[in-house]
């Protein structure tokens, strides 16, 4: 059973540590034999400026290399592991990423073949808590933080910790002006583990967790419902402070919002996206992966999507490790216990409905 990670804010800080310039990438140790490589693979890839930026840092380079094109897919993933599922034979997906919560169901269905630092060699620079706890078969590409984005102006005295944010918003501190996500937005679940696990709570039993949202219900104008909700709450004027995700929270400040900022309340709770190729397909998609996690494009990936990376050689730009160094919390960092939650997560959403609505 897979338990909650954690680790060092050190720790951490060297993964997001190197030089935007490491050495080139070669072919990793993959067996072809006699095989012809394909003329093309299917990648998932998140939508908008994912898909954008994923062709750009790695698609696009790797295919001059190897002469192979990427196709990308960006339909959600539930959507792609579904099609994966209906022709396991002849996958019309090869390299699949998705959100850590569905990483146990897909494993247990055989979606991935493991990998190691034979086929991908640039593994041995990623720190084993990204692919060991997946038993090897999918790896982080990348990690986010749970952050508060909030305006300067309006809240000088930001919350150390998610437990005084909600605390301070029960007392009416921030006024009606908070927004935190509702648990019918499928990548919730983090959010309101730290939460929870600030207050003490366990999975099985968040009875004090559900009892401070609804508390906080009177001063949170909507619960928001997508990522673009949460900024349009923004933008409209009715929040001051929102619990968000950290890569999108800064791209809003560099879009000309530079009264609003971000903090990391303790628990530091991060959310990675996992990567892996899927059994049955062409051994050169380990190529592809072995590319992502070279030093070089994960900085660059990282500079451009302002997320953290996870080869301990790649450094992100000047700006983005200044604000990854200024933010980081102290202390023990965490990530949710996606297997553990997924077993309760429709459990938390009827009650959520019930409870608390939006």
């Excluded at 034979?118 to 590409?141: E, G, I, Q, S």
């Excluded at 309760?344 to 959403?349: D, I, T």
Aim: hydrophobic share 40%; charged share 25%; with cysteine.
């Amino acid at each position: 059973m897979e338990k909650e990670f954690k680790v060092d804010r050190r720790g951490f800080l060297k993964a997001s540590a190197v030089i935007l310039g490491a050495a080139t990438v070669g072919l990793p140790n993959i067996s072809l034999g006699e095989e012809k490589l394909p003329e093309s693979i299917v990648s998932m890839a998140g939508g908008g400026d994912w898909a954008k930026v994923y062709k750009k840092v790695f698609c696009d380079p790797w295919t001059q290399k190897t002469g192979v094109k990427v196709i990308l897919f960006t339909g959600e993933p539930p959507e792609g592991i579904a099609k994966i599922r209906a022709n396991p034979e002849n996958p019309p997906m090869n390299l699949v990423f998705i959100p850590e919560a569905m990483v146990p169901d897909t494993i247990k269905w055989g979606i991935f073949d493991q990998m190691n630092t034979k086929v991908v060699p640039n593994l041995k620079d990623v720190k084993p808590w990204f692919h060991d706890r997946f038993d090897n078969y999918v790896c982080t590409n990348n990690f986010i933080f749970c952050v508060l984005l909030y305006n300067k102006k309006k809240i000088k005295n930001i919350p150390k910790s998610w437990d005084e944010m909600v605390d301070r918003t029960i007392k009416g501190d921030f006024g009606k002006r908070v927004s935190f996500p509702s648990l019918s937005y499928g990548y919730a679940y983090p959010f309101f583990w730290a939460v929870g696990k600030d207050l003490g709570d366990s999975v099985d039993k968040m009875d004090k967790t559900f009892e401070k949202f609804r508390l906080m219900k009177p001063f949170v104008p909507k619960f928001w419902t997508t990522a673009v909700e949460a900024l349009n709450l923004i933008e409209a004027g009715e929040v001051d402070i929102v619990a968000y995700w950290e890569h999108r929270g800064w791209k809003f400040i560099d879009e000309g919002h530079p009264d609003w900022n971000i903090a990391i309340p303790t628990p530091g709770m991060y959310e990675g996206t996992v990567m892996g190729k899927v059994h049955n397909s062409p051994p050169i998609v380990f190529d592809l992966l072995n590319f992502i996690l070279d030093a070089k494009n994960q900085g660059e990936w990282a500079a451009q999507m302002s997320v953290h990376p996870v080869n301990s050689k790649a450094k992100t730009s000047p700006k983005m490790q200044e604000r990854f160094d200024r933010t980081t919390p102290e202390g023990e960092l965490f990530t949710a216990p996606a297997a553990e939650i997924a077993k309760v997560k429709q459990e938390w959403l009827e009650r959520w409905n019930k409870e608390i609505g939006g």
